[in-house]
T-cell receptor, first 116, second 114 residues
Framework: AQKITQTQPGMFVQEKEAVTLDCTYDTSDPSYGLFWYKQPSSGEMIFLIYQGSYDQQNATEGRYSLNFQKARKSANLVISASQLGDSAMYFCAMRHNAGNNRKLIWGLGTSLAVNP | NAGVTQTPKFRILKIGQSMTLQCTQDMNHNYMYWYRQDPGMGLKLIYYSVGAGITDKGEVPNGYNVSRSTTEDFPLRLELAAPSQTSVYFC?????????????FGSGTQLSVL
C-alpha cells in the first residue's frame, strides 16, 4: 500500500544553519511524484518543492532542495540557511499514477522550530 | 490575487446542526478539493471535483456533500453534524490533476461540533 512516513515529530535548528527533514515513501508504482508543503501557524498549506520519480536531478527551489534517493525510497527536504520564518509544520506528500492520481497521500508532518 | 478563499474561519456547531463551508477560487482552476486535517494527522481527502458539474468521493466522504455549479465555487455541506467532524477543513485547487500539479490551499476553517 502507498504510504508516506515522516519519523521526526519535531525538529530544532539554529538560525542560519541547515536542516534536513526526513520523508520515506512506499509505492510499487514506478511513476510517482513527491511534494513538500509548509504549514505556518496561520494554517495555510504552502507548496515548496516537487520531485518526479523519473527526474534525474534533485529538485531545488531557492533555499529548499530535495535529497531524492530512489533506491532507499526517501525524499528528504533540506532547508539551507534557516530563517525564523521557517518555523512551521512541514508535510511530505506523494501522488502516484496507479488508480486515482488526484489523490495525494500525506505524511503526519514534522514541526520545525528555528531558534535565534 | 485572492487565490482560494474559505469562509468562515471558525465555527462551532451543536450536534445535529447543518452548515455549509464556502470555498471560491479566482485562478480559473478546473480541479478543486476538500480536505480535513485532524490533530497530529495528515490531510484526508473528503471530496474533489474535476470541473463544473463533476464531483467524486475521496477517502472520507461520509457525512458530507458537495456541489460544483461553477468553476469558481465548491461548497462543502455538513448534514447532521457529529463530534467526529470536529476538524480543520481545507479547500484547495489545481489547474489539472497531473502528476506534478501543485495544490493551492485556502487558509482553512476550524470547526468544532459540541
Amino acid at each position: 500500500a502507498q504510504k508516506i512516513t515522516q519519523t521526526q515529530p519535531g525538529m530544532f535548528v539554529q538560525e542560519k544553519e541547515a536542516v534536513t527533514l526526513d520523508c520515506t515513501y512506499d509505492t510499487s508504482d514506478p511513476s510517482y511524484g513527491l511534494f513538500w508543503y509548509k504549514q505556518p501557524s496561520s494554517g495555510e498549506m504552502i507548496f515548496l518543492i516537487y520531485q518526479g520519480s523519473y527526474d534525474q536531478q534533485n529538485a531545488t527551489e531557492g533555499r529548499y532542495s530535495l535529497n531524492f534517493q530512489k533506491a532507499r525510497k526517501s525524499a528528504n527536504l533540506v532547508i539551507s540557511a534557516s530563517q525564523l520564518g521557517d518555523s512551521a509544520m512541514y508535510f511530505c506528500a506523494m501522488r502516484h499514477n496507479a488508480g486515482n492520481n488526484r489523490k495525494l497521500i500525506w505524511g503526519l508532518g514534522t514541526s520545525l522550530a528555528v531558534n535565534p | 490575487n485572492a487565490g482560494v478563499t474559505q469562509t468562515p474561519k471558525f465555527r462551532i456547531l451543536k450536534i445535529g446542526q447543518s452548515m455549509t463551508l464556502q470555498c471560491t477560487q479566482d485562478m480559473n482552476h478546473n480541479y478543486m478539493y476538500w480536505y480535513r486535517q485532524d490533530p497530529g494527522m495528515g490531510l484526508k481527502l473528503i471530496y474533489y471535483s474535476v470541473g463544473a458539474g463533476i464531483t467524486d468521493k475521496g477517502e472520507v466522504p461520509n457525512g458530507y456533500n458537495v456541489s460544483r455549479s461553477t468553476t469558481e465555487d465548491f461548497p462543502l455541506r455538513l448534514e447532521l453534524a457529529a463530534p467526529s467532524q470536529t476538524s480543520v477543513y481545507f479547500c484547495a485547487s489545481s489547474q489539472s490533476g497531473g502528476m506534478s500539479e501543485k495544490l493551492f490551499f485556502g487558509s482553512g476553517t476550524q470547526l468544532s461540533v459540541l
